[in-house]
Each structure stands twice: as structure tokens, then as C-alpha cells.
């Protein structure tokens, strides 16, 4: 049995004349060539691009051309897995398209991260225990002022105790819902020595979004939503980049969610960024791709609120295996209409794959299939959504 041979590309010596012919041709041809991402100095060998080595490329880069890493990013990164903590940073823009910006930029992000925990997440004990050290430290006493505001009992809307403890109960809803977040997974089982640690950084991530942005608060299903993110920063092969998995997850969940926060708003519910609104969109996509499928939904009263509200709101993490929800992601992060408009072309194509079983199957039945999405072929479904007639 031959062993697999490395892709080489041998080089030939050249006239200057022949070189100038050359690149005279090559510069006609790329002109007209369709991907606006390409560069002239990619190799292309046989007419076959590895995935792996595409990525690799892109991300050799001094300046990162974004185009070209989402051409090769919604491919899937399932051959690049190791590389997808790093594309995923840079997609979401958490990471500038600057190689030489990325070291300042993470510990900045980091350092800010760790301020706000300590100005969100510290006990009011914790933060006078803080400013008497401080006191000491410079050779200074004072005596204790005990004001309204400063003790536990003190329950008032304006008390610093009272909004600590108010906190504690947003803290218990998440960790019940960080419990049943995965439990087949020993990434985020409870019993598993390694989920105890991995349970708390999210807590702190979800604690600290709740209280940063009163008006949305803690919603049920963002513990969902942040479980890809926190598993694949911190499964990431730099293991500095592991110890700060906290810091990054947490800034990468706020810029996830600041494409489509207006889902999680009650407030919003039937205003024309609500969920109602986007659930709406989504049926009218239904309906300009395939418009006997939509009615015959319409008619039986499969209402999209009754399935696709977790779809859209969840990100599909309740649908589909673990591993296939990175790949779905990458699809996701790597379009430049935004997650929100692929993510309703998706949910549009998962409609379609099951077309024949929904035209066949009465109220019971189809709610009963959409709800419990069968598995399919998930390349064929991405490649369905890429498609789709937008409106």
C-alpha cells in the first residue's frame, strides 16, 4: 500500500518574457473570476482545494480577508475543527480581520471582562471587604458607617442587599437550567468532575448578561445558546486561550445574541422586530418557495409559533446532535446576510426535507414530526437553505 504523498508544487525557471505573459493572463483572469475573496497568489493543485488547507491559508494572513474565510467557513469546519475557535472569534467580530490587533485585542477583552465581574458579581460584603483592604493597604483606619442601603435585612427597591438577593433568584434559575443543558454530554453533566467548573464559568457569563442588561434580563434557553460557544473555547488547543474561555464566551454570547436579542423581549413580542414578526417571515419564506406546502400547514393549522418559536429562538440546539450544531453554526456565523436571515433560510429548508411526510400527515402528525425533527442529511439541508428564494 502507498503512503499518502504531501500536495508539492515544483517550480520552473522562466523568462522575464514568459513571466510577464503569464501575469498579464492571470490578472485577465481573475478580473472575471466569481469569488471577489480569491487572491493571486493561491495555489490551486489539480483543480482540488482541501478545506484544511484553504483555512489555514486564510488565517495565515496579515489582514484576514473576511469574505474569503466565510466563503470557506460555511463549508464547515468539520476538517479544521481545531481552527473554528479562532474563525468563530474573527466572524463574529470579536477578533478584528488585523493579525497583528488580535494579542492586545483578547487581553483587553479579557481584562475588561474581568472588571465587570468584579463590579457586577461581587457581594455587597465582598465589595466593602475590597475597600477595606484598600484602606489598609495605605496605612489608613476608619470606623464603619452603617447606612440603610448597607445591611441584608434591609429589603427597600433601592437597597444594595435587596438587589443582591434578587440576583440570587436569577442565579437559581440558571443553574437549574444549566443542569439540564446537555446531560449526555460529560462535557456538561452533572456528574462529571469537569462540568462543575464548566457550570459555574456559565453561570458567571449568563449572571453577569442578566444584570448588564436589566431590560432583558435572564431568559430560559440562553444557557442553549451559550453551551456551543463556552464548549468550543474551551475545548480549544491553546491552552492559554482554554483559560480564558470564560472571558471569550462571554464576549462572543454578547455579540451573538446583539444580531437577534430582540427574540428573548417580551417587551417586543408583537412590535415588527418581535418574535411574532420573525416567526411571520418565516412562514411568508414558506410560502414563496413552496406555496402547496404552506397551504396545506395553513389549513390544518400547524401554526410556525408551535414549533419554530424554539427553532428560532434556541438556534436549532434543541433539534439536531451536538456535533451537528457546530457544523449548523458555521453555516450560520459564516453568511454575510447575518444569522438571522440564514438561520430563517434553514429553518425554511427543514420544512422542505420533510415536505412529502407534512403533505401526508394531519394536525397531530406533523406537530408531532416538527417538534421532534428527524434526522437528515445535513449537508444536503445547508445546501437546500443556501439556496432559497428570499423575499
Known sequence: ?????????????????????????????????????????????????????????????????????????????????????????????????????????????????????????????????????????????????????????????????????????????????????????????????????????????????????????????????LAPLYFVFRTDSSEDNTLHAEADSFGCFVQLLSGFVDNFCPQLDNSSVGIHATLSRLSQLLKANDKDLWDHLENSKVNTQFYAFRWITLLLTQEFEFHSIMTIWDFLLSNPLGVQEMLLRVCCSMLLRVRNELLQGDFAANLKLLQHYPEVDLRHLLDVASNINSL
Not at 472569534?89 to 492586545?104: A, M, P, Q, T
Not at 471587604?129 to 458607617?145: I, Q, S, T, V
Open 1 to 225: 500500500m502507498k503512503s499518502a504523498m504531501p500536495f508539492q508544487i515544483k517550480l520552473k525557471k522562466f523568462s522575464d518574457q514568459q513571466v510577464d505573459r503569464a501575469s498579464d493572463q492571470l490578472g485577465q483572469e481573475l478580473e472575471t473570476y466569481p469569488f471577489s475573496a480569491v487572491r493571486s497568489e493561491r495555489y490551486f493543485v489539480d483543480g482540488f482545494e482541501d478545506l484544511r488547507s484553504d483555512l489555514e491559508f486564510e488565517l495565515s494572513q496579515k489582514i484576514i480577508c473576511i469574505e474569503a474565510l466565510q466563503q470557506v467557513a460555511c463549508k464547515g469546519l468539520r476538517h479544521g475543527g481545531e481552527m473554528r475557535p479562532l474563525v468563530w472569534k474573527i466572524l463574529l467580530g470579536y477578533l478584528s480581520v488585523n493579525r497583528n490587533s488580535w494579542e492586545d485585542e483578547l487581553t483587553q477583552h479579557r481584562l475588561k471582562y474581568t472588571q465587570l465581574k468584579e463590579e457586577f458579581l461581587a457581594s455587597p460584603s465582598q465589595c466593602t471587604n475590597k475597600e477595606e483592604k484598600e484602606y489598609h493597604a495605605n496605612g489608613l483606619l476608619r470606623r464603619h458607617e452603617v447606612t440603610n442601603g448597607d445591611h441584608p435585612l434591609n429589603l427597600r427597591n433601592g437597597s444594595t442587599w435587596n438587589q443582591y438577593f434578587k440576583n440570587a433568584e436569577i442565579a437559581e434559575q440558571i443553574d437549574r437550567d444549566l443542569e439540564r443543558t446537555h446531560p449526555d454530554i460529560e462535557f456538561f453533566s452533572v456528574n462529571s468532575p469537569i462540568s462543575q467548573t464548566n457550570q459555574a464559568a456559565m453561570r458567571n457569563i449568563l449572571l453577569l448578561f442578566a444584570k448588564m442588561n436589566p431590560a432583558i434580563g435572564y431568559v430560559q434557553g440562553m444557557n442553549e445558546v
